[in-house]
């Protein structure tokens, strides 16, 4: 089944402990991006990545870090959350121009 | 930068009626996609739709349709026959053709959403 799985789907974490989120696709698509979507904003664009090794910030990537060293995964890291990073995380992948598909999501809480 | 408008924070409507949910976009590019996701309470974004600028048909699938004006740089979602599952967040989004070489973003910008509400 083709899918983008993301892990962990709930997460509580203190302020300043460095955390990853994971991301993985089976269907070999070359784009993967991270979104937050948070009440009355909708989902914004945090990195992207267009292929292995090819990275680039989105719309807003002030705190986060991301790495692409093989296709199918693409973990977001926290270095130092902050409880403005508290929100709800969306995994995305497709083709380059295909459609998204998205994973279930994450909802972390930094206290 | 593209942006993309959803004025009505939150609709209702009776089951069985029909219901349209307004998006607007800004963007100087002649060529690009449209879509309309569906966030029920299970967090999941689901594709309902979708819609490229080049194509003057507006798209349809079984109870949703768009009304797609380029000019206007309006894209409008009906429902059809308003049903219980129906409800959820809806969420409009734009998406620049992919550049092939130079990097560029292949992403989404989204709208922050309507709130439909389904009345029985």
């Known amino acids: 089944e083709a899918q983008v799985t993301q892990n962990p789907r709930y997460l509580i974490t203190v302020t300043g402990k460095k955390l990853t989120v994971t991301c993985s696709q089976n269907?070999?698509?070359?784009?993967m991006s991270w979104y937050r979507q948070d009440p009355g904003l909708g989902l914004r664009q945090i990195y992207y990545?267009?292929?292995?090794?090819?990275?680039d910030k989105g719309d807003v990537p002030e705190g986060y870090k991301v790495s692409r060293k093989e296709k199918r995964n693409f973990p977001l890291i926290l270095e130092s959350p902050s409880p403005n990073q508290t929100s709800l995380y969306f995994c995305?992948?497709?083709?380059?121009?295909?459609?998204?598909?998205f994973g279930q999501g994450t909802r972390l809480t930094v206290v | 930068a593209q942006t993309v408008t959803q004025s009505q924070p939150e609709m209702s409507v009776q089951e069985a009626e029909t219901v349209t949910l307004s998006c607007t976009y800004d963007?100087?590019?002649?060529?690009?996609?449209l879509f309309w996701y569906k966030q029920p309470p299970s967090r999941q974004m689901i594709l309902v739709i979708r819609?490229?600028?080049?194509?003057?048909q507006n798209a349809t699938e079984n109870r949703f349709s768009v009304n797609f004006q380029k000019a206007a740089k309006s894209f409008s979602l009906k429902i059809s026959d308003s049903q219980l599952g129906d409800a959820a967040m809806y969420f409009c989004?734009?998406?620049?053709?992919?550049?092939?070489?130079?990097?560029?973003?292949?992403?989404?910008?989204f709208g922050k959403g309507t709130h439909l509400i389904i009345q029985p």
């Open positions: 269907m070999n698509h070359e784009y």
């Open positions: 990545s267009m292929n292995v090794e090819v990275t």
């Open positions: 989004a734009y998406r620049r053709p992919p550049m092939y070489s130079g990097g560029g973003a292949d992403g989404l910008t």
């Open positions: 819609q490229e600028a080049y194509k003057q």
């Open positions: 995305a992948s497709s083709l380059i121009g295909g459609r998204a598909f």
């Open positions: 963007t100087s590019e002649s060529d690009y996609y």
